[in-house]
């Protein structure tokens, strides 16, 4: 059975765009896709919104074949230690989600797939999310199809924005890649921008890539068909 290979990278803003572009250089030598998750807003006063660069970086991304996943609104932690949408019930994770989707498409980069930040979303986020329009609703373990009430088991290899960068780390992600490439399942790598300016963790991202390729994985971004598209499938 051939493994599926899906790449990730989140936080880019403006200060990690040039490592982003960096790191998209080397997936396409690859033929690999990424798939981009997006925060309207960041840490530190940024809004994408006013950032054209990056807006014009994702869109020719997006039309190259990348996916733009939604990634939360903020960030910003609703409870000491917890991710934003880790513990939102229904209602606040729907007005949340209804401001990032109205950004999104404001910059021309709207999106139909989610993924909270840290890969954590409460039972309430998960419910607002198709009252708000999306599809698929990524976590740390599964993604979840919205509109079929199924979800496919694969968990997040990553690296930053929640998972560890030590060196140890790093090792043990490009090892448990090569397993689950082995095996023919779904690999999922993710990797925050702001750790592709390290040297050991981007290295840990590229051999992890490497070695699913090596074992025949083939590469492929976040997606959610409908039933049409299914069906002629």
């Not at 979303?121 to 599964?142: D, H, N, Q, W």
């Not at 592709?196 to 890539?209: E, F, K």
């Amino acid at each position: 059975m051939t493994a599926q290979l899906i790449v990730s990278v989140s936080g880019i803003r403006d200060t990690t765009r040039n490592a982003a572009i960096e790191f998209g250089a080397e997936m396409d030598r690859r033929g690999v896709p990424m798939s981009l998750l997006v925060a309207p807003r960041l840490k530190g006063r940024y809004r994408l919104v006013d950032d054209p660069a990056t807006q014009a970086w994702l869109r020719g991304r997006r039309a190259r074949g990348d996916a733009i996943v939604l990634h939360g609104y903020d960030q910003a932690a609703t409870k000491p230690r917890r991710a934003e949408f880790a513990t939102l019930p229904r209602h606040e994770a729907r007005l949340r989600l209804t401001a990032a989707d109205r950004v999104m498409e404001q910059v021309e980069l709207r999106t139909r797939l989610f993924a909270a930040p840290r890969w954590d979303a409460s039972a309430g986020a998960i419910e607002a999310l198709p009252e708000v329009g999306f599809r698929l609703a990524l976590g740390l373990t599964s993604m979840l199809d919205l509109e079929r009430n199924v979800a496919q088991k694969a968990r997040v290899y990553g690296i930053g924005e929640g998972f560890r960068a030590e060196p140890w780390w790093c090792r043990a992600l490009v090892m448990g890649a090569a397993r689950t490439a082995r095996r023919g399942g779904v690999l999922r790598l993710a990797i925050s921008a702001a750790q592709l300016d390290r040297s050991g963790p981007r290295q840990a991202i590229l051999d992890a890539v490497d070695l699913a390729l090596l074992h025949g994985a083939v590469g492929d971004v976040y997606r959610w068909e409908s039933f049409t598209a299914a069906r002629a499938a």
